[in-house]
């Protein structure tokens, strides 16, 4: 008998309905979560952050597919990417990776520190708290998933760019659903006006200015506040996150497609009842026995 590498079981029932929302599986995301918090994640989060990294990534390959189809390509490469973020800044998440990746090799700028002597990307990136870059390659299955969602192929450079920024973003929402839980809301919301250098600062006119619709508004409004136990993270506590890590029309899709998904579960639970829990099980792997003398 050989050694059987250690593999993945998964336990449980799945619902169809449910389990189509992402192709970032709950075992995966909960995986997540449990690197950077010892808090409790409940089933509506689960699901919720896998829209929301959803969301993000096929807005991502959308644009480099765009970029790609330019030139009458439709295996995507590492410089649509750049082109993608370069077009819309919205899609511009899961920044640390970029230190890990060479497509964005001298693109981030130089960081000096207190003495004024230059720090190393390399160097720049390391930090105690888990990143995300460690476990990228677990993200690989559902971003394939995704790229065929939308008829195109990817160069392995670029399916490694792409598994980086998934498991980068869904770790910094999963940071600040954590956060969120802690401080009893976002207590951080604000208004940035964008100007140029030269354009002296706005002031205050007496003439009503332009504001999000009052939808959006009385939104972002209910996320400032939580309520809940404090030892839990919830669905609308990723959302909250969800206002933190994006803005623009990708942080307005995204919450609309990650409530939706967090009600489609609600529903499925009422009418077939609470599911098994599912769990992943780690087998070690079975070890030669010498039998011999």
């Not at 189809?69 to 998440?93: G, M």
């Amino acid at each position: 008998m050989t050694a059987q590498p250690a593999r993945l079981e998964r336990i449980g029932p799945e619902t169809d309905s449910v389990v189509d929302v992402s192709p970032f599986k709950p075992p995966l995301v909960r995986a997540v979560f449990r690197n950077v918090t010892p808090m409790h994640v409940s089933r509506s989060a689960t699901w919720a952050a896998a829209s929301v990294t959803r969301t993000v990534l096929t807005e991502v390959i959308t644009a480099a597919r765009r970029a790609a189809a330019a030139e009458a390509r439709k295996k995507l490469i590492p410089r649509d990417l750049l082109s993608a973020i370069d077009r819309n800044v919205e899609l511009e998440v899961g920044g640390k990776w970029y230190d890990h990746s060479p497509t964005f090799k001298g693109l981030n700028g130089v960081m000096y520190d207190a003495e004024g002597v230059i720090v190393p990307p390399r160097k720049r990136s390391r930090t105690r708290r888990p990143s995300g870059v460690a476990g990228a390659h677990r993200f690989e299955a559902g971003v394939r998933q995704l790229l065929r969602n939308q008829g195109v192929t990817a160069v392995p450079a670029m399916v490694r760019d792409l598994d980086g920024i998934a498991s980068v973003f869904l770790t910094d929402l999963a940071r600040d659903a954590a956060m969120v839980v802690r401080e009893g809301g976002v207590t951080r919301f604000g208004t940035v006006t964008l100007v140029t250098s030269d354009e002296p600062d706005p002031s205050p006119s007496p003439s009503p200015s332009p504001s999000p619709s009052p939808s959006l508004q009385d939104s972002l409004r209910a996320l400032s506040t939580r309520r809940g136990d404090a030892r839990t993270i919830g669905g609308d506590d990723v959302l909250a996150a969800t206002t933190i890590q994006l803005f623009g029309d990708i942080r307005q899709q995204a919450l609309a497609e990650a409530r939706g998904a967090t009600q489609s579960y609600s529903s499925t639970q009422l009418i077939a009842g609470p599911p098994v829990e599912e769990e992943v099980v780690d087998r070690p792997p079975v070890r030669e026995i010498d039998r011999r003398g």
